[in-house]
T-cell receptor, first 117, second 111 residues
Framework: GAVVSQHPSRVICKSGTSVKIECRSL??????MFWYRQFPKQSLMLMAT?????????EQGVEKDKFLINHASLTLSTLTVTSAHPEDSSFYIC?????????????FGQGTRLTVV | EDQVTQSPEALRLQEGESSSLNCSYT??????LFWYRQDPGKGPEFLFT???AGEEKEKERLKATLTKKESFLHITAPKPEDSATYLC????????????FGSGTKLNVKP
């Protein structure tokens, strides 16, 4: 159990276009999902917390209008990178937390490699 | 400031050569400490959660231990397939949805 699926795994887009990344919890409901960005040889940087049915909470320095997050259901959150630029090229990872036996644990999607050309 | 530091940054082992990875943390409150394995181009894969000092968990060749200031991931007789980046993350006691990640240890096991 506790599978988080992320799609697509790789995407190449042109500068100025928008890209949508989906994150699904396959076998559990996730009221909260998270979006991270990871640069080469660096750790995960939290971008935003996605809450089902309400607005996402963004970390300091992350542009809300550039990284649109929608959490329309208990199993799906989407991240849309709007007007993408080459500096947005990165590895984006989502995660969802699951409460098991009173413990909250985090599980991750496979990641999406975004390349903006 | 809450911080998680992993060492070494990279580790090269011969197959069968046991070693340990370190994760030290300075956080105001620890709820849990998580270990993940991350392969290139993939998302982190959950390995262990530790909640209290003195706790140990094992899975195949891996054993994770926790003290009040650090955690160790012991790898016994590693195989080439254990090569990956190992990440640790500390869960905030005041916000169970908040995780602080270390930068990882890249392990390379040579046959």
């Amino acid at each position: 159990g506790a599978v988080v699926s992320q799609h697509p795994s790789r995407v190449i887009c042109k500068s100025g276009t928008s890209v949508k990344i989906e994150c699904r919890s396959l076998d559990f409901q996730a009221t909260t999902m998270f979006w991270y960005r990871q640069f080469p040889k660096q750790s995960l940087m939290l971008m935003a917390t996605s809450n089902e049915g309400s607005k996402a909470t963004y970390e300091q320095g992350v542009e809300k209008d550039k990284f649109l997050i929608n959490h329309a259901s208990l199993t799906l959150s989407t991240l849309t990178v709007t007007s993408a630029h080459p500096e947005d090229s990165s590895f984006y990872i989502c995660s969802a937390t699951l409460v098991r036996q009173l413990n909250t644990e985090a599980f991750f999607g496979q990641g999406t490699r975004l390349t903006v050309v | 400031e809450d911080q998680v530091t992993q060492s070494p940054e990279a580790l090269r082992l011969q197959e069968g050569e046991s070693s340990s990875l370190n994760c030290s943390y300075t956080v105001s409150g620890l709820r849990g400490l998580f270990w993940y394995r991350q392969d290139p181009g993939k998302g982190p894969e959950f390995l262990f959660t530790l909640y209290s000092a003195g706790e140990e968990k094992e899975k195949e060749r891996l054993k994770a231990t926790l003290t009040k200031k650090e955690s160790f991931l012991h790898i016994t007789a590693p195989k080439p397939e254990d090569s990956a980046t190992y990440l640790c993350a500390v869960q905030d006691a005041n916000n169970f949805n908040k995780f602080y990640f270390g930068s990882g240890t890249k392990l390379n096991v040579k046959p």
